[in-house]
């Protein structure tokens, strides 16, 4: 393959699962905030790394254009960076619901608008928007989180229908409940037994990634059998 594949939220969970998957015959770079993590991932799997806050679009877009600088091109965007609320609306703290808007919806905008411009020079390119099943289900106490993601369903299927001509191909990936610490990270208790192991969701993603440049796969969604 020997893609350039930028992975948002590379540090840790799925995204250090993606980065670990695709390193070897990829040159990955990693973006997130935390830079003792990055650094911990970039020296485990030998990929490059970047701190980068998503909900800012002005660091995104130096960021991108420092990477496109380096590498000469961006082949493969993985959208994966994200954050949890749960718990009713009144009760949300309002910074955290603002966070999580910045991050899960307009994080996905800022860095999907920031590769565009050298993906439509290149005449291709893959933007792959890790979702949920959040992103086409509704449950209770989960309202602002629900809302990034069907916001993420809803910008993916634009995008699809805007860039096609350009030859750049945006999938809507949508896990289930996945093993990560993203729960016991906010101190929340929830059985994971049925999570869907990362690994699983890395060989997917390999998969699209090797799908033909004249082939897209809109949407896809993998989960655990009993979840």
């Known amino acids: 393959m020997n893609k350039i594949v930028v992975i948002t939220g590379g540090s840790d969970g799925l995204g250090k699962t993606l980065a670990t998957s695709l390193s070897n015959d990829n040159n990955v770079i990693i973006l997130a905030t935390n830079e003792e993590k990055l650094k911990e991932v970039s020296d485990h799997i030998n990929c490059k ?17 420092n990477i496109v600088n380096e590498f000469g091109k961006i082949d493969v965007l993985i959208n994966n960076a994200g954050l949890w609320i749960q718990d009713e609306l009144d009760t949300n703290d309002s910074e955290r619901i603002n966070s999580v808007v910045d991050v899960n919806l307009l994080g996905v905008i800022n860095c999907s608008k920031a590769v565009i411009p050298s993906m439509k020079q290149n ?33 993916t299927k634009s995008l699809q229908d805007e860039v096609a001509k350009y030859g750049i191909r945006v999938t809507n990936v949508m896990p289930g409940m996945m093993k990560t610490e993203m729960f016991s990270k906010l101190n929340i208790e929830k059985n994971m037994a049925n999570g869907v192991d990362t690994k699983e969701v890395a060989r997917l993603i390999n998969f699209i990634i090797d799908t033909p440049s004249d082939v897209m796969i809109p949407e896809v969604g993998i989960k655990n059998i009993n979840n």
């Not at 998503?54 to 995104?60: M, Y």
């Not at 291709?124 to 916001?151: D, F």
């Open 49 to 65: 790394y970047k701190i980068c806050d998503v909900s800012d679009c002005k660091i995104v877009e130096n960021t991108i254009n």
């Open 123 to 155: 005449k291709e390119g893959l933007i792959i928007n890790i979702n949920s099943q959040a992103g086409i289900n509704h449950k209770a106490e989960r309202t602002v989180y629900n809302a990034t993601k069907w916001g993420v369903t809803g910008f």
